[in-house]
């Protein structure tokens, strides 16, 4: 009996073990999570990026040029009310992701 909770629990050990690197290799380009982080973008940038009020619109916007201006906010390099912070809390990829995303709005 225990060693059949032994071999279960290993068993239960190797999927997760095989289940993670699946997850970090289909997170690489094509993130699914990315309408769920740009989600917290349109709170201040419309639903689907277009701007409100004084806010700019990110749609549309060249990838590279994109990319630039997100490191440039996280770097403190742009001046900004909010972007530099809000920046810090992504990766260079997020902000491929990002750009990829509001580029095709
Ligand atoms: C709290 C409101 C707020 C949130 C949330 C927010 N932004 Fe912004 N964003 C701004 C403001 C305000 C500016 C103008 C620069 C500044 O004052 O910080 C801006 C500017 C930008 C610009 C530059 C646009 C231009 O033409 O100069 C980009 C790109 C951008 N935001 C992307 C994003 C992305 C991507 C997210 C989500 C990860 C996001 N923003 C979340 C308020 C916000």
Known sequence: MRLIRLLQAS???ATFAIS???????DDLERPDTAGIALACS???????RGMGSIPAIIGIPESEFI???EEF?????????????ARGY???DFVAL???????
Request: proline content about 2%.
């Open 20 to 26: 993670i690197p699946q997850a970090v290799f289909s």
């Open 74 to 86: 996280q770097s403190g390099h742009r001046s900004a009310t909010v972007m530099d912070r809000i």
């Open 43 to 49: 709170g201040c940038h419309g639903s689907s990026g």
């Open 68 to 70: 630039r201006t997100m």
């Open 91 to 93: 990766q260079h990829q």
């Open 99 to 105: 750009a990829r995303f509001f580029k095709s709005r």
């Open 11 to 13: 068993a239960c050990a």
